[in-house]
């Protein structure tokens, strides 16, 4: 696992290094971000494509690594050095964090004459205003605990859709039986929290809530969380050999391409099926991580705006932020990017099956107290205790610990990274 992380920072690093600083012009945003796959470049398109329509130039920054932390080093890295970007993909608590530290600008106008308050759920407003201000736009609301199947696979095995874990389990042995990989999975530790939280959310609201968001540690380490890890071993039992380090987009890919059953994976899985011409329904199915229907833990995708003194890079900053709240440009970009709109007044008339099961997941959660923040997506905790539980969830998947250890492990990290 350090090794993994190395070779994310050398990423950073790399990224950084090939970015020369900007001087600040008339109407320009840099942006930092890790939108590099190909559904993920597909849906910044519809954003770079509309600022260019209001003559805001776009200065990319990408910086690749799926869940952001690469982004995130590069980011630190720029801040230091004086020289912050416009804006910045950022997710919940680095946000806040990032505000805390004074770093982050105004949009208190551009929200106020536009009224975001009242249409932005108040679940992202927890991230996006520090201490009453408007500090962060957010594009989107996606989540973690989907699962995609390929639907001529799911065909071959002669079952249904998996609507709990015994279900699941049936699935991917006759998925194996079939000579298929089961599990397309990507070696990463942001991809096994991710999994993570789907299994976590499965054993029910009230012990997500309990371990992930309260912290408690009599749930962290508790007879649930072993059996939690007793399943993250089985599901480690149906991936192939190859999936160390691997990408999450390749993993989608294995998927696509008839090579695997199925990817446990936030809805961003989807903008790659997409962007491959797949169909929901007909190619492949969406559904709920088995025993979580009706309950969702999310991350939202949110632009930071970061202090600028130049009044055109002010300017530049609101355009961007008005642009990305416009009802039109939430439903275009969510329908390519696998997510769901951030504002509740975006209807879902232009959203395929699973993104309009997406929409009325997220409101039937919202209403019942199902709604979390999710954990590997930081939004269930600030960077130092998701970095805590990524390590003993990504050791235990490649076999350091067993269940009960595990389950040790975990709240004795969590409560060392509080
Ligand atoms: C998430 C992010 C998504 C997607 C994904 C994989 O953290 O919210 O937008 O980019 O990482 O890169």
Known sequence: MAFVRKLALGGAVAALMGTTSVASAAEQVEVLHWWTSGGEAAALNVLKEDLAKKGVEWLDMPVAGGGGEAAMTALRARVTAGNPPTAVQMLGFDIKDWAKEGALGNLDEVATAEGWDAVIPGALQEFSKYDGHWVAAPVNVHSTNWVWINKAALDATGLGVPANWDELVAVLDKMKENGITPLAH??????????FDAVVLSMGNDFYKRSMIDLDPAALNSPEMVEV??????????????????????????????????????????????????????????????????????????????????????????????????????????????????????????????????????????????????????????????????????????????????????????????
């Open 186 to 195: 990507g070696g990463q530790a942001w991809q096994d929290a991710t999994i």
């Open 229 to 418: 890890f007793n399943r993250m071993t089985k599901l480690r039992s149906y991936v192939d050999d190859n999936f160390s380090g691997r990408d999450w987009n390749l993993a989608s890919a294995m998927v696509i391409n008839n090579e695997a059953g199925m990817q446990m994976m936030g809805d961003w899985a989807k903008g790659e099926f997409l962007k491959a011409g797949k169909v929901p329904g007909t190619d492949f199915v969406c559904i709920r991580f088995p025993g979580t229907q009706g309950s969702v833990t999310f991350n939202s995708d949110q632009f930071a705006m970061f202090n600028v003194t130049d009044a055109d890079a002010k300017a530049a900053q609101a355009k961007m932020a008005s642009s990305v709240e416009d009802p039109v440009f939430q439903s275009a970009f969510n329908v390519v990017k696998g997510s769901v709109p951030a504002r509740t007044d975006v209807p879902d008339t232009d959203f395929d099956d699973c993104g309009k099961k997406g929409i009325a997941d997220l409101a039937e959660a919202n209403g019942n107290g199902g709604l979390f923040g999710s954990m590997a997506h930081g939004h269930a905790a600030p960077a130092a205790i998701k970095n805590a539980v990524y390590d003993v969830v990504t050791a235990q998947f490649n076999g350091e610990y067993d269940a009960e250890t595990a389950a040790a492990e975990l709240a004795n990290a969590v409560a060392e990274a509080q």
